[in-house]
Nanobody, 120 residues
Framework: QVQLVESGGGLVQAGGSLRLSCAVS????????MGWYRQAPGNQRELVAS???????NYADSVKGRFTISRDNAKNTVYLQMNTLKPEDTAVYYC??????????????WGQGTQVTVSS
């Protein structure tokens, strides 16, 4: 069984910073693309940033220049450094990972979500 455990959300004032972490654990052979998504009330879940195993990154236009995604392959952990936060960044942030299990199957997994609230 594979689990994604997120941490680092919270309440911050506009212009502040937060760092999210997501650790993948369980019967893992390898972890492929990892990413962060967010969902605000009344909105669809959207991609914030993603990173391949080899460090190739992709960002939503709304966060480019403010957010940085990184990963530690040895720890099967992905991070999202969020700077210059804006009230419109308020959402539940979800970690996502494409995981190949030790049994050879590949599946997409989601974390439980962590709330990020940015006050104006």
């Amino acid at each position: 069984q594979v689990q994604l455990v997120e941490s680092g959300g919270g309440l911050v004032q506009a212009g502040g910073s937060l760092r999210l972490s997501c650790a993948v654990s369980g019967s893992i052979f390898s972890v492929g693309v990892m990413g962060w998504y967010r969902q605000a009330p009344g909105n669809q879940r959207e991609l914030v940033a993603s990173i391949t195993r080899y460090g190739i990154t992709n960002y939503a236009d709304s966060v480019k220049g403010r957010f940085t995604i990184s990963r530690d392959n040895a720890k099967n952990t992905v991070y999202l450094q969020m700077n210059t936060l804006k009230p419109e960044d308020t959402a539940v942030y979800y970690c996502n990972a494409l995981v190949m299990s030790s049994l050879g199957s590949q599946s997409n997994y989601w974390g439980q979500g962590t709330q990020v609230t940015v006050s104006s």
